[in-house]
C-alpha cells in the first residue's frame, strides 16, 4: 500500500481519468478529476462510506490518463465505463441511473438525455429511432455543464418536435433553428457530426477537419466562413469548463460541500387575489432542471386575508411535515393537519419569490425546527435584468454560487410563479362555478 501511495503522490494535478485495478488486474473503478493527484490521494486520506472502504480494500495498482479539460476526462470516463464495466462503478441513487446522451435518427437529429432506465422501457420501435447513444455519465450535473459548453460551439436542437418558429434557444444561439429552415441542412449535419466525434473521444479529429475546411475557405475568398470555423477551432482549443469543474468540485465534495445549486432546490411562491383563493407552489430543480414528479400544491387554510408572509410560514410548516425524521428529529408542532403519506427529501437550498418578509418567514419556521437550509430570494424589479437575489450578509458563499447560477434560479422562480398562478386560477374558476 506504501509504494502504491508513493506512486499516486507522482500524479500530476491536472484534469483526467484513473483506473483503479485489483490484485489480478481487473478494472474494478473508474473516475475522474479536475486534479487526478488530489482526487485519488482523497481516497486513502479520510474515511469514506462502506462501499468505497470495501473498494479502498481491493485496490492494488491505479492507472491514469490525462486530458487536456475536464470536459474531456467526462467523456473519457464514460467511454471506459462502457468499456471495462467496473464493478464499482454501479451506483443507485434515488432509483435513478445513469445519463446516456442520446442523438435522434432524423435528417436533423436532436441531441437529449436519456436515463439507463428509460432505454430499458423503450419498445423496439422507439430504439429505432436513436442513431447514436453515449454513456454511461455518473454526474447529471457535470454533463449537462458540459453540454451547455458544446452547445455554443457546435448548436443543435433538443425540442421533441419541430416548434411553428424559432424559440428562445435559436436567440441564445444554442440551435440554428432548422425548423424555420434558418440552417442549411449540410451545416446542421456537421454540428451533428463534430458532436459524435466528440463523445467518441475524437476531439482532434474534429480541429483537423475544422482546419481543413477554413483552409478551403480562404483560399475561396469566403472570409465570413473562415472566420466562423476560425472561432469554433479557438473555442475547441480553449474550452472554458469552469461550469463542470465547479460541479465536479461539489460533487467530490458530497455530504461535505454546505451548499450545492444541483443538488435538490426548492422554489415557493404565494399567489392570491385580496386573500382569496390563495395558493402556495413547490416546485423542485434536481442538477439544475425541473423536476416535475416532485412539484406539490398547497391550498392556502388558515389565512383569509392578503397576507403573503404569513401564507409563506404555512406552506413551509405544512411542507415539512413531509420531513424524514432521520433528517429532521421531531415533526413540526403546528396547527396544520399532519397527514403525512409521503417522505420528501429535506431541499439543499430553498428560494423563494419575495423579499425579506417572505425570507424571514421561511427562516423562523427552519429555525423553530433546528433545520439548516440556506435561503435565498428573488426580490421583482421592473424588469427581468432588474430581479435582485436577497441572502443574508453572513452567508458570503450562498451569495457567491447565487451570483454564478442566477440564470438557474430564475428559472426555479419563473416556475414556481408559474405553478402558483395556474393553481389560483383552478381554484377562483371551481368557485365561481359553485356561485
Given at each position: 500500500?506504501?509504494?502504491?501511495?508513493?506512486?499516486?503522490?507522482?500524479?500530476?494535478?491536472t484534469p483526467?481519468?484513473y483506473?483503479?485495478?485489483?490484485a489480478a488486474?481487473?478494472?474494478?473503478?473508474?473516475?475522474k478529476a479536475?486534479?487526478?493527484?488530489d482526487?485519488?490521494t482523497?481516497?486513502f486520506?479520510?474515511?469514506?462510506?462502506r462501499?468505497l472502504?470495501?473498494?479502498?480494500k481491493?485496490?492494488?495498482?491505479v492507472?491514469?490518463?490525462?486530458t487536456?479539460?475536464?470536459?474531456e476526462?467526462l467523456?473519457?470516463?464514460a467511454?471506459l465505463?462502457?468499456?471495462?464495466?467496473?464493478k464499482y462503478?454501479v451506483?443507485?441513487?434515488d432509483?435513478k441511473?445513469f445519463?446516456?446522451?442520446?442523438?435522434s435518427?432524423?435528417?436533423?437529429?436532436k441531441?437529449?438525455?436519456?436515463?439507463?432506465?428509460?432505454?430499458?422501457r423503450?419498445?423496439?420501435?422507439?430504439?429505432?429511432?436513436?442513431?447514436?447513444?453515449?454513456?454511461?455519465y455518473?454526474?447529471?450535473?457535470?454533463?449537462?455543464a458540459?453540454l451547455?459548453?458544446?452547445?455554443?460551439?457546435?448548436?443543435?436542437?433538443d425540442?421533441q418536435a419541430f416548434?411553428?418558429?424559432?424559440?428562445?434557444?435559436?436567440?441564445?444561439?444554442?440551435?440554428?433553428a432548422?425548423?424555420a429552415?434558418l440552417?442549411?441542412g449540410p451545416?446542421?449535419?456537421k454540428?451533428?457530426?463534430?458532436?459524435?466525434l466528440?463523445?467518441?473521444?475524437?476531439k482532434?479529429?474534429i480541429?483537423k477537419?475544422?482546419?481543413?475546411?477554413?483552409?478551403?475557405?480562404?483560399?475561396?475568398?469566403?472570409?465570413?466562413?473562415a472566420?466562423k470555423?476560425?472561432?469554433k477551432?479557438f473555442?475547441?482549443e480553449?474550452?472554458?469548463?469552469?461550469?463542470v469543474i465547479k460541479?465536479?468540485n461539489s460533487?467530490d465534495?458530497?455530504?461535505?460541500a454546505?451548499?450545492n445549486?444541483?443538488?435538490?432546490?426548492?422554489?415557493?411562491d404565494?399567489?392570491?387575489?385580496?386573500?382569496?383563493s390563495a395558493?402556495?407552489s413547490?416546485?423542485?430543480?434536481?442538477?439544475g432542471?425541473?423536476n416535475?414528479?416532485?412539484y406539490r400544491?398547497?391550498?392556502?387554510?388558515?389565512?383569509?386575508?392578503p397576507n403573503?408572509v404569513a401564507?409563506?410560514?404555512e406552506?413551509?410548516?405544512?411542507?415539512?411535515?413531509h420531513?424524514?425524521?432521520k433528517?429532521?428529529?421531531?415533526?413540526p408542532?403546528t396547527?396544520?393537519p399532519?397527514h403525512?403519506?409521503k417522505?420528501?427529501?429535506?431541499?439543499?437550498?430553498?428560494?423563494?419569490?419575495g423579499g425579506?418578509?417572505?425570507?424571514?418567514a421561511?427562516?423562523?419556521i427552519?429555525s423553530?425546527q433546528k433545520?439548516?437550509?440556506?435561503?435565498?430570494g428573488?426580490?421583482k424589479?421592473?424588469?427581468?435584468?432588474?430581479?435582485?437575489?436577497?441572502?443574508?450578509?453572513e452567508?458570503?458563499?450562498?451569495g457567491?454560487?447565487a451570483?454564478?447560477n442566477k440564470?438557474?434560479?430564475?428559472q426555479?422562480r419563473d416556475?414556481?410563479?408559474?405553478f402558483?398562478?395556474?393553481?389560483?386560477?383552478?381554484?377562483?374558476k371551481?368557485?365561481?362555478?359553485?356561485?
Open positions: 500500500m506504501e509504494k502504491l501511495k508513493e506512486k499516486i503522490k507522482k500524479f500530476p494535478k483526467g481519468v483506473l483503479m485495478k485489483s488486474g481487473q478494472v474494478i473503478y473508474v473516475g479536475t486534479s487526478l493527484r482526487r485519488v482523497s481516497y486520506s479520510h474515511p469514506h462510506e462501499r472502504e470495501n473498494l479502498v481491493e485496490i492494488y495498482d492507472e491514469h490518463q490525462t487536456p479539460t475536464v470536459i476526462a467523456v473519457l470516463e467511454n465505463i462502457k468499456k471495462y464495466s467496473p462503478n451506483k443507485e441513487k432509483d441511473s445519463l446516456y446522451v442520446a442523438v435518427q432524423e435528417k436533423f437529429p441531441i437529449f438525455l436519456i436515463r439507463g432506465l428509460e432505454i430499458k423503450l419498445t423496439p420501435n422507439d430504439k429505432k429511432q436513436i442513431a447514436r447513444l453515449f454513456g454511461p455518473t454526474s447529471a450535473a457535470s454533463l449537462r458540459a451547455d459548453i458544446l452547445r455554443k460551439i457546435f448548436p443543435y436542437r425540442c416548434p411553428k418558429r424559432p424559440c428562445l434557444q435559436y436567440h441564445l444561439k444554442r440551435c440554428g432548422p425548423c429552415g440552417v442549411p451545416d446542421y449535419r454540428n451533428t457530426k463534430n458532436l459524435i466528440f463523445f467518441e473521444g475524437k482532434e479529429k480541429l477537419n475544422l482546419k481543413k475546411e477554413m483552409d478551403a475557405a480562404s483560399r475561396k475568398e469566403n472570409f465570413e466562413l472566420a470555423l476560425r472561432n477551432i473555442s475547441l480553449h474550452i472554458q469548463d469552469v461550469a460541479t465536479e460533487r465534495q458530497g455530504d461535505r454546505s451548499i445549486i444541483f443538488g435538490r432546490i426548492e422554489g415557493y404565494i399567489s392570491n387575489i385580496s386573500g382569496t395558493t402556495g413547490m416546485v423542485v430543480f434536481t442538477d432542471k425541473p416535475k414528479n416532485e400544491k398547497f391550498k392556502i387554510k388558515t389565512v383569509s386575508t403573503d401564507m409563506m410560514k406552506i413551509i410548516a405544512r411542507r415539512l411535515t420531513s424524514s425524521k433528517n429532521n428529529q421531531s415533526l408542532v396547527r396544520y399532519l403525512v403519506t417522505i420528501w427529501p429535506l431541499p439543499n437550498l430553498i428560494l423563494v419569490d425579506w418578509g417572505q425570507i424571514n421561511v427562516k423562523e427552519l423553530g433545520i439548516k437550509i440556506p435561503v435565498l428573488i426580490a424589479g421592473f424588469d427581468r435584468k432588474q430581479d435582485r437575489l436577497l441572502y443574508g450578509e452567508n458570503p458563499e450562498l457567491r454560487l451570483g454564478q440564470d438557474i434560479l430564475l426555479v416556475e414556481a410563479h408559474r402558483a398562478i395556474g393553481y389560483h386560477k383552478i381554484l377562483r371551481k368557485k365561481l362555478l359553485n356561485k
